[in-house]
């Protein structure tokens, strides 16, 4: 197997087990994009035509007006990267994706990932499974940020994403949390 392929299949054998016809079949469709830091992954107005797994490196989404961005959500281990719902609905993305370091990408374009779910069951299963995950984390990014301090979050994150604090420049984690990074600098004085 591919040194590439290696963070895909063993996410796939714990996150998502496929028949191993459907896994090689669908491993061996993946194409790697290496993409340098400060590339724009996704850009809003935008179709998402490829289904997307960060093999390395940290990627933010976020949010933009003409006058703001806010992040909305980091990747920093191997998992999917791709807008569901723009990718599944053939419709614009409302996100932007940007590589806040050099990344690794595997990508599968989106006809042929269609032609294995038709061809395999098990594909179905997947986009079913990615769809409930999505909603949950959508509910609970909502709920946390209508009732929870800019404290308990930043504690959360300690807590549940240590490697999102380690990894991620402090003015995109306080982006994250809404605040300012003078307002981030002060919680972290208060929590250490």
């Not at 003078?182 to 972290?188: D, K, M, P, Q």
Request: with cysteine; net charge positive; aromatic share 12%.
């Amino acid at each position: 197997m591919n040194i590439e392929l290696k963070e895909i299949s063993s996410f796939f054998e714990t996150e998502y087990p496929l028949n191993k016809d459907g896994l090689r079949k669908l491993l061996s469709l993946f194409t790697l994009e290496n993409r340098k830091k400060g590339t724009q992954i996704l850009n809003a107005g935008t179709e998402e035509k490829k289904l997307r797994f960060l093999n390395k490196g940290v990627i933010r989404e976020y949010y933009a007006t003409s006058d703001k961005e806010t992040n909305i959500n980091f990747y920093t281990e191997p998992q999917f990267i791709t807008d569901l719902t723009s990718f599944n609905a053939n419709s614009a993305t409302k996100k932007y994706q940007e590589a806040l370091t050099d990344v690794e990408l595997l990508a599968i374009d989106k006809s042929s990932f269609r032609k294995l779910l038709n061809e395999y069951d098990c594909g179905k299963s997947f986009i079913d499974l990615s769809f409930q995950r999505l909603l949950r984390n959508k509910e609970l990014f909502e709920y946390n940020r209508i009732t929870k301090s800019p404290e308990e979050l930043y504690n959360e994150l300690f807590i549940y994403r240590p490697n999102w604090l380690e990894k991620i420049p402090q003015y995109h984690i306080a982006s994250y949390l809404n605040i300012t990074p003078e307002t981030l600098s002060r919680i972290r004085k208060r929590i250490s």
